[in-house]
């Protein structure tokens, strides 16, 4: 008799405890609607402000991630300023230049510094041209501005082993750059405008984005690579200072008194073994990825 008088919540503590656990979880989502109806898209009191990091790493080759990450920072109410944080030897002129265009368009609504790392030369340092600050360390690796076309010929080993080659185009520069014949004048001087013109385009985006007039920027953009004390020299940095540095002059340009939590992007899944292979990819700025009988046309 006294057993059929106990609480519901005596009799079936466990199923109690649940449909506690979901009525608080209705009211936290009823609670939210609200907000959202009554803030438009925003929810100021659960979003919490946030710097965003963009991590530019190793060889150039794939400008997807990056740009999208870019994309998604750009459009997220939350994060205030973006940290490019950039470890690279250069790479691929078109991939370097998508990654330099996302960043840019970042760059016209959000403050955006540039941290260099260990290397952040040719392509890297093209990328780092779109943003407002850029901070090198003493001893990082930049410059080495300008564009190199690797085109290997296998004309002396074919005749070794007594093979011919033929080739039928349906133009005279069709075939131009074949690892298979000598390059004529006409090829090479058309290979050379290909080189300059993209050279040209290297020197508009420091021109653009350092602020800085076209005979100051020419002495420097030979091929050299220098250190992060040399760049500052030139003018190519803004300040020395490790990544530390570069989160307080972000906050500076945010007008905030510290830095923000991070949201760092954009994620990446490798082995083992692609981390070491990369690791050795960014000790030189003169690395390059070499594809047989192909034309590399490369800010590296």
């Not at 400008?63 to 459009?75: E, G, H, I, Q």
């Not at 190519?236 to 939590?261: I, Q």
């Amino acid at each position: 008799m006294q057993a059929s008088k106990l609480k519901f919540s005596q009799k079936h503590p466990f199923l109690f405890g649940i449909m506690l656990i979901i009525a608080a979880v209705a009211l936290f989502a009823g609670a939210t609607a609200a907000l959202r109806v009554s803030n438009g898209s925003h929810m100021p009191y659960f979003t919490q402000e946030k710097f965003g990091v963009i991590n530019v790493t190793g060889f150039i080759g794939d400008s997807r991630k990056v740009s999208d990450w870019a994309y998604k920072l750009r459009k997220d109410d939350s994060i205030k300023g973006v940290i490019v944080r950039i470890n690279s030897p250069g790479g691929g002129v078109a991939a370097s230049q998508e990654m330099y265009y996302a960043i840019k368009r970042l760059a016209e609504v959000k403050p955006v510094v540039v941290s260099m790392g260990t290397v952040a030369a040719s392509g890297g340092y093209y990328i780092a041209a779109a943003g407002h600050k850029i901070v090198a360390n003493p001893a990082t690796l930049t410059g080495s501005i300008g564009v190199k076309m690797e085109l290997p010929n296998f004309q002396g080993l074919m005749k070794k082993i007594g093979v011919s080659y033929l080739s039928l185009t349906s133009g005279k520069l069709k075939a131009a750059g074949s690892p298979f014949q000598s390059m004529t004048k006409e090829e090479r001087d058309y290979f050379q405008a290909i080189i300059m013109d993209m050279y040209n385009q290297f020197i508009d985006v420091i021109v653009e984005g350092r602020h800085m007039k076209r005979e100051k920027i020419l002495p420097y953009a030979d091929g050299r690579a220098m250190t992060g004390q040399q760049a500052l020299d030139a003018g190519l940095v803004d300040m020395l200072g490790d990544r530390e540095t570069a989160y307080m002059e972000l906050a500076k340009l945010c007008k905030l008194d510290a830095p923000l939590p991070l949201e760092e992007g954009p994620k990446k899944e490798t082995s083992f073994l692609k981390e070491v292979l990369s690791s050795v990819l960014e000790l030189s700025p003169v690395n390059t990825v070499r594809e047989q009988n192909s034309i590399q046309l490369l800010y590296n």
